[in-house]
Structures are given as structure tokens and as C-alpha cells.
């Protein structure tokens, strides 16, 4: 089985401070993992994904990823926080022998404070 | 906009009815996937098809059914509706229906059961 943890479900921030949104991951082999964005009354946009190399992904908007197998993590940063990066961000994950698909997290709401 | 199309984007309807959700995926997208997403089981997969055969099957309800046209658009068909079936329902589609390729999804249709 597969699973996602946000173990956050509300992050806020200070625009123009870091911002780190969690996640951990259960999987058998080697996983997939993925970041999506959701605005409000809009579906999720693909930020970013880890496939397999380099640990630190980079992806749309700034943001950055950091695989971490020892961890199994998957954790979300941004140097610098918009106000306009408010909105909701799920972490999933699959693996390379899946028959499965995306299993999502909860959901982690941010709020970057002006 | 991801270019994925979904239609209605809100319907309303009673206990016991029957309602159709379709979804026309990305220009030269050959998978498609439905996700429901509630505010208490989150997001959860339904079906993907890719070139209009069934890929991979989870939380499908008896209830629920879909399938994948010859020019790619899809339908997913909820029958018998009960108030629990309310919901924000999402239809995503990739290239080619890999677990590494990324998902694009659809504004997504609100599905109120009275």
C-alpha cells in the first residue's frame, strides 16, 4: 500500500520569509513523488515532481523540493513567500511498478501574510 | 488554464437521480482519470482510462460508472445519487498514462445531491 502525510494542515508565513509545506511517504520501491497547487474554485496544477537523480527538484513558480529517502520525505520550499502562493498544496506519491495512481495527502493550506 | 474541459461546472440534483460529468482532456492526452474530492476523504481516485480502454480501477463506487470515447472525451455516469455523493469531482488527464508523467486536471464539476 501507498501512502501520503501532511502532517500540517494550515502553514502561514510572512511574505517574503521561507516557507516549508511537510510531507512523508510510505511505498514499496522507488517513489514517485509529486506537488500540486489548488486555487480556490479551480482544479490542482502540477508543480513539481521527483522521478529519480538529484535529490533537490526544482519546479513552476519558485518552488523546490527536497527527496529525502532516509526521511521519506518530500518537503516543499520556496526561498521567498508571495502573498499570491496562498492556496492549497497536496503532496502524492506512486511508485514505478504501480497499477495504481496518485495517492494525494490532505492538503496543506498556506496563508502568506502581506 | 490546463486545457482540460469539464462540463457542467455545478450541478444540482435529488436523491435517487442519475447525472452525466463530462471531461475533453488536453490536447494529445490519451489518459484519462477521475478523482472525487470531499472535504472528508479528501482526494480520492475513481478510474483512468487511456485510448479508451480501462487502466486502473480504485474507489469506484457500483453506483458510478465511465468510459473513454473514440475521440478521447469521457463521461462518468453516477446513478442512484444519495446525499453522500456530493462532491467536487475532477477529471485529469496525462500524455500517456505513466505513473511519472504528470496529471493535468479540469476546473472540476460541483455535484450537489438534495
Known amino acids: 500500500a501507498q501512502s501520503v502525510a501532511q502532517p500540517e494542515d494550515q502553514v502561514n508565513v510572512a511574505e517574503g520569509n521561507p516557507l516549508t509545506v511537510k510531507c512523508t511517504y510510505s511505498?514499496?520501491?522507488?517513489?514517485?513523488l509529486f506537488w500540486y497547487v489548488q486555487y480556490p474554485n479551480r482544479g490542482l496544477q502540477f508543480l513539481l515532481k521527483y522521478i529519480t537523480g538529484d535529490n533537490l527538484v526544482k519546479g513552476s513558480y519558485g518552488f523546490e523540493a527536497e527527496f529525502n529517502k532516509s526521511q521519506t520525505s518530500f518537503h516543499l520550499k520556496k526561498p521567498s513567500a508571495l502573498v499570491s502562493d496562498s492556496a492549497l498544496y497536496f503532496c502524492?506519491?506512486?511508485?514505478?511498478?504501480?497499477?495504481?495512481?496518485?495517492?494525494f495527502g490532505s492538503g496543506t493550506q498556506l496563508t502568506v501574510l502581506p | 488554464d490546463s486545457g482540460v474541459t469539464q462540463t457542467p461546472k455545478h450541478l444540482i440534483t435529488a436523491t435517487g437521480q442519475r447525472v452525466t460529468l463530462r471531461c475533453s482532456p488536453r490536447s494529445g492526452d490519451l489518459s484519462v482519470y477521475w478523482y472525487q474530492q470531499s472535504l472528508d476523504q479528501g482526494l480520492q481516485f475513481l478510474i483512468q482510462?487511456?485510448?479508451?480502454?480501462?487502466?486502473a480501477k480504485g474507489n469506484i463506487l457500483e453506483r458510478f460508472s465511465a468510459q473513454q470515447f473514440p475521440d478521447l472525451h469521457s463521461e462518468l455516469n453516477l446513478s442512484s445519487l444519495e446525499l453522500g455523493d456530493s462532491a467536487l469531482y475532477f477529471c485529469?488527464?496525462?500524455?500517456?498514462?505513466?505513473?511519472?508523467?504528470?496529471?493535468?486536471f479540469g476546473n472540476g464539476t460541483r455535484l450537489t445531491v438534495t
Open positions: 482510462y487511456y485510448n479508451g480502454e480501462e487502466r
Open positions: 485529469a488527464s496525462s500524455v500517456d498514462g505513466a505513473p511519472d508523467s504528470p496529471l493535468h
Open positions: 511505498v514499496s520501491g522507488n517513489p514517485y
Open positions: 502524492a506519491v506512486t511508485h514505478s511498478g504501480s497499477a495504481r495512481q496518485l495517492t
